[in-house]
Every structure is written in structure tokens, then in C-alpha cells.
């Protein structure tokens, strides 16, 4: 079981690379260049909190595009061309199969975070006064944050098309990080369906904002031991149940040529 998983994550991982996904740390490297340049007529500190604003956002965004787009097409792109029926045919089971897709984007996160950390770094260090190993802590939370969002598109490209799971990721993702204004917007409202509606919504969707303590960490305050450990253990909660309920699902799905 596990070589087989070992061989489906290590195969994702170069099915990424030959997408030339890792593009997009060129991408990333040149808005950290161009961020030196506009800014660098401001003082040191504001020139140091800006690119580092600027550069823990762009690494979300990267990750959660190849996420998105590469997660939300990987099952269906195997489906149309017939391979995952061969794949199956083998002593590979369907979650199985899932976990070593979800493992080997995960893999394409790591590299990518990694490659993006060091020019993140590098960037700072060229900048007087700005380099610190704090943010170390939000590039894990930042891991974290895509291993969950990982785990959700796997599982909404399980039962709907590319373009749905592309879509309701997206939606996860934002509401993700807005349950908690909608919570309390929801109590603010008068009506009892209003309070029921917001609180489905706030337990129904991970809280994303345990992992956005960016702003914290550019400022100056580096993350604690107890919410990096706290954030691990939400982000691993959530990942795994949405995989059981993707396998649940799989196992179930009718595929053609079977």
C-alpha cells in the first residue's frame, strides 16, 4: 500500500513539473525584484514591511493557483484519457489513489514554497534591516493553509467537473477566511434562520484565519510554538476528513472501461 502511494505522489509530482508549473516561481521572483525597485526609495523600514507584505501574499496566491488548477483537473484529466482505469486495474486501490495525488501536489507545494521562501529571503537579506528567520513561521503556516485547500479540491474533484471544483475551492477558500465576519454578522441580524444559516456556514467551512497571522509576523512578532502546533493539528483534522469523505465518494463512482 504504501509503495503504491509512494509511486502515484512521486509521479504527480513530475506530471507537475512537466506542466512547467515551477514557472511560477520565476513569476514570483520577479515581483520580488520589481517590489525592490519601486520601493526602494522609502525608508528601510517601511521598504522591508512592504516587500515582505507583498511577498508572504504572492506565495498564497501561487500556491493556491497550482492548487486550484492542477488539483481540480488531475482526476478528471486521467478519467478522459482512460489511464486511471489501468492504474486501478492494478493492486491500487481508489484511496489509494486519491492520497497519493493529494501527496504529490503536496510534494509540488513543498518545492515550490521552499524555492519561493529562499528568494523571499534572499530579497529581505539585500534589504537593510529586514531579513529575519520569523517568517519561517508564517511560510509553515502558509504550507499548512494549501495542504487544506489541497485536501478540499481533491475532494470536489472527486463528484464534479474541473471548472465546479475550480469554482467551489475558490468559494472555500474566501469564505474560508471571511466565516468568522459572517458568524458574527449572522448574529447581529435579527432573524433566527439569519443566526442558523451563519453558524452551518462558520462550522461547515474551515477557518482559514488560524493560518493568516502575516500580519503579525511583518510587524515583528514571530508565531508561537502553541499556534504552530494548534494549526498543525486543525489542518491535518480537516485534511483527513475530507479525504475519507473523497474516498467514501470515489469508491462509490462508476468510471468508463471498468
Request: net charge positive.
Amino acid at each position: 500500500m504504501t509503495s503504491n502511494i509512494i509511486t502515484l505522489a512521486a509521479s504527480t509530482f513530475l506530471e507537475t513539473v512537466r506542466d512547467r508549473i515551477f514557472y511560477l516561481v520565476a513569476v514570483f521572483g520577479f515581483i520580488m525584484l520589481a517590489s525592490t525597485a519601486i520601493l526602494s526609495p522609502l525608508t528601510v523600514g517601511a521598504q522591508g514591511k512592504i516587500m515582505a507584505d507583498v511577498g508572504l501574499a504572492s506565495m498564497v496566491i501561487f500556491g493556491l493557483l497550482v492548487v486550484v488548477f492542477v488539483g481540480s483537473s488531475m482526476v478528471r484529466k486521467e478519467l478522459d484519457k482512460g489511464t486511471i482505469v489501468s492504474i486501478l486495474s492494478k493492486p491500487v486501490g481508489r484511496r489509494e489513489y486519491l492520497i497519493g495525488k493529494f501527496l504529490g501536489l503536496n510534494l509540488t507545494l513543498v518545492s515550490m514554497l521552499a524555492i519561493m521562501g529562499l528568494l523571499f529571503l534572499l530579497m529581505l537579506f539585500l534589504a537593510p534591516g529586514s531579513f529575519s528567520f520569523r517568517y519561517l513561521g508564517a511560510f509553515y503556516l502558509t504550507f499548512l493553509e494549501l495542504t487544506l485547500i489541497n485536501a478540499v479540491v481533491v475532494f470536489f474533484s472527486t463528484s464534479v467537473s474541473p471548472i465546479l471544483a475550480a469554482v467551489f475551492t475558490l468559494g472555500v477558500f474566501t469564505v474560508g477566511h471571511l466565516s468568522s465576519s459572517i458568524r458574527d454578522f449572522g448574529q447581529l441580524q435579527g432573524g433566527v434562520f439569519q443566526k442558523q444559516v451563519s453558524e452551518l456556514v462558520y462550522y461547515l467551512t474551515p477557518n482559514l484565519e488560524v493560518f493568516n497571522l502575516r500580519g503579525l509576523v511583518v510587524h515583528g512578532t514571530a508565531v508561537s510554538v502553541d499556534h504552530l502546533v494548534m494549526a498543525t493539528v486543525y489542518s491535518l483534522g480537516w485534511s483527513v476528513l475530507l479525504l475519507v469523505v473523497a474516498g467514501s465518494i470515489f469508491s462509490r463512482k462508476e468510471l468508463r472501461g471498468e
